[in-house]
């Protein structure tokens, strides 16, 4: 049936007029959980690489207060199109689920569920402003594959996040999410 068929995303930039292809795909940098710590206070309290944070809350110690964050993927489909609107972000874990994460790494973890909580700091998504905390939404991290990262699944809520990736959203809604990030990375902001 034609109408079913499926296609890749592109739209043509309202900026600079060049298409572009390909379902969008963008990563939150930094964790957002050291953000309010001074320079100082982020050289001895936390740690982070591409894929690993831990922010002590207590200089040269570690505890269960701590916050542990690994990068996860969340995808959100499109309607109609082939490959989600894939976002990589930081997602917190228990001290243990951390460690197990850390210590099986470079093995199949597939098969293995986590708890977590993502902060809300998405463009086109974020209901915070600044100052305010950053509200953040429960899910499931299901970790994968040796080399792929681990997939979040939102827990039931009425925030449009979930909303998204529980119904998908409209091509129109990538687009004004994904233009802006665009225009942003390639200067013309």
């Known amino acids: 049936m034609f109408w079913n068929r499926r296609k890749s995303f592109s739209y043509v930039c309202g900026c600079c007029g060049r ?11 930094l964790p957002p959980f050291f953000g309010h710590l001074s320079d100082e206070e982020v050289e001895c309290r936390v740690h982070f690489d591409d ?19 690994i990068r996860a993927l969340l995808e959100i489909p499109i309607h109609g199109v082939d490959e989600p609107f894939s976002w990589s972000v930081w997602v917190t874990q228990s001290r243990q689920n951390f ?22 700091t998405l463009p086109g998504y ?6 305010e905390p950053v509200e953040s939404l429960a899910c499931d991290v299901q970790w994968q594959k040796e080399g792929l990262r681990p997939v979040i699944t939102l827990h039931e809520c009425d925030h449009p996040l979930f909303l998204d990736q529980r119904n998908g959203m409209t091509w129109k809604r990538a687009i ?3 233009e802006p990030l665009n225009r942003r990375a390639h200067g013309r902001d």
């Open 19 to 29: 298409t572009v292809t390909g379902s969008p795909s963008f990563s939150i940098g």
């Open 51 to 69: 894929d690993l944070c831990h922010v002590r809350q207590t200089p040269g110690t570690i505890s269960d207060d701590d916050v542990f964050a």
């Open 126 to 131: 974020r209901r915070t402003g600044d100052g």
């Open 176 to 178: 004004e999410i994904a």
């Open 99 to 120: 460690c197990d994460y850390v210590e099986t790494a470079g093995t199949d973890q597939s098969g293995t569920m986590t708890f977590g909580w993502l902060p809300i």
